[in-house]
Structure formats: structure tokens, C-alpha cells
């Protein structure tokens, strides 16, 4: 997969895109925001760090368990979102990982 991004890219000199690259893909929207919040992977660091986060977010996000980001984490994401995302989603919480909005 890293391979293939590298041979799609528009410059030669351009760094590697993210492995990620694919769920921003996934989510379907103009824009689609990643971060690494310190605050919301120090809550799902937690042993009940998913109850936290429902209590925090309630139904406006779908929480993803963790899966080591790639390929792996992108179909996931597209599972889930498919059987999840509502008319009230505002984003998506990666369990040990981030947020996606
Ligand atoms: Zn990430």
C-alpha cells in the first residue's frame, strides 16, 4: 500500500503520505480532519476509557476499537461507519489513537 501511494504522487519529491491516507478516504466528507489529542488518547488509555468517551461524546461519535493504523484500520472504519454513522455523527473516536472529525 505504501508503495502504491508513492507511485500516485504528483511531485517525485513529495513525502511518503500517511498510511492513514485511506480512512481520511473512508469518511464521507469534504473535509476530514485526523488529530492525536492528547486529551481524548489519555481518556481511551484508560481502562474504562470507551464508557468515559460515551459519557463525554454520547451518540455523536462512533468509536472504533483499536487496529494498528493502515489498511487494516481503514476498512474497519468503513464497517463501522457504514453501520453507525447517523444524521447526529459529528466525528469518529479512535480508541488509543485519535480523532477523526
Ligand atoms: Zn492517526
Same mark, same amino acid.
Given at each position: 500500500?505504501?508503495?502504491?501511494?508513492?507511485?500516485?504522487?504528483?511531485?517525485?519529491?513529495? #513525502?511518503? /503520505?500517511?498510511? $492513514?491516507?485511506?480512512?481520511?478516504? &473512508? !469518511? /464521507?466528507? %469534504?473535509?476530514?480532519?485526523?488529530?492525536?489529542?492528547?486529551?481524548?488518547?489519555? !481518556?481511551?488509555?484508560?481502562?474504562?476509557?470507551?464508557?468515559?468517551?460515551?459519557?463525554?461524546?454520547? $451518540?455523536? &461519535?462512533?468509536? !472504533? /476499537?483499536?487496529?494498528? /493504523?493502515? @489498511?487494516?484500520?481503514?476498512?474497519?472504519?468503513?464497517?463501522?461507519? %457504514?453501520? $453507525?454513522?447517523? #444524521? %447526529?455523527?459529528?466525528?469518529?473516536?479512535?480508541?488509543?489513537?485519535?480523532? @477523526?472529525?
Amino acid at each position: 500500500m505504501v508503495n502504491e501511494f508513492r507511485t500516485h504522487l504528483a511531485r517525485a519529491d513529495a #513525502p511518503t /503520505p500517511s498510511v $492513514e491516507a485511506i480512512l481520511h478516504a &473512508v !469518511i /464521507p466528507d %469534504k473535509y476530514v480532519d485526523h488529530t492525536h489529542a492528547d486529551a481524548v488518547v489519555a !481518556i481511551t488509555n484508560t481502562r474504562d476509557g470507551l464508557a468515559r468517551i460515551r459519557q463525554a461524546y454520547g $451518540e455523536t &461519535v462512533v468509536v !472504533i /476499537p483499536y487496529v494498528m /493504523p493502515g @489498511f487494516d484500520l481503514s476498512r474497519a472504519c468503513a464497517q463501522r461507519l %457504514k453501520a $453507525e454513522m447517523g #444524521p %447526529k455523527t459529528l466525528g469518529v473516536i479512535l480508541m488509543n489513537h485519535g480523532v @477523526f472529525s
